[in-house]
């Protein structure tokens, strides 16, 4: 593993998703999901999110719309959240939940608008 893009993806995963989140990630790894960890750490969070030519709150509406694509939706929920550290508005999420809707189907939407609705709750965000 290369540890300069380890360091550098685990400074931007911190950045988006919490540093608490990332930490309790790492210290629940353990010898089976130790080595993802960090592999993902490195080369999703390093070289994906480390890529300045996109900034990191497009890249989160990116990720929330192909997440939710996907119908992943415990991490488009971790997702979620870390698009609003990154300076998206509900506004925004709104729409790529729209977007979702008309590629993806109604009820994939409705699942996106489930967890968002949980999201921006949390944050107190009306």
Same mark, same amino acid.
């Given at each position: 593993m290369d540890q300069d893009l380890? #360091?550098?993806?685990? #400074? !931007?995963r911190k950045a988006t998703l919490g540093a608490e989140y990332v930490e309790n990630n790492l210290a629940k790894a353990d010898d089976f999901t130790l080595p993802f960890q960090e592999a993902m750490t490195a080369w999703c969070w390093g070289f994906g999110w480390g890529d300045e030519t996109i900034d990191a709150k497009t890249r989160s509406m990116m990720n929330l719309a192909m997440i939710g694509a996907l119908g992943k939706m415990t991490e488009w929920e971790i997702h979620c959240r870390g698009a609003l550290n990154n300076g998206v508005t509900k506004k925004e999420i709104q729409a790529i939940i729209h977007v979702v809707g008309i590629y993806c189907g109604v009820? !994939?939407?409705l699942e996106c608008f489930r967890v968002a609705r949980k999201v921006? &709750? &949390?944050r107190g965000i009306e």
């Open positions: 380890f #360091e550098k993806g685990l #400074e !931007q009820p !994939q939407a921006l &709750e &949390e």
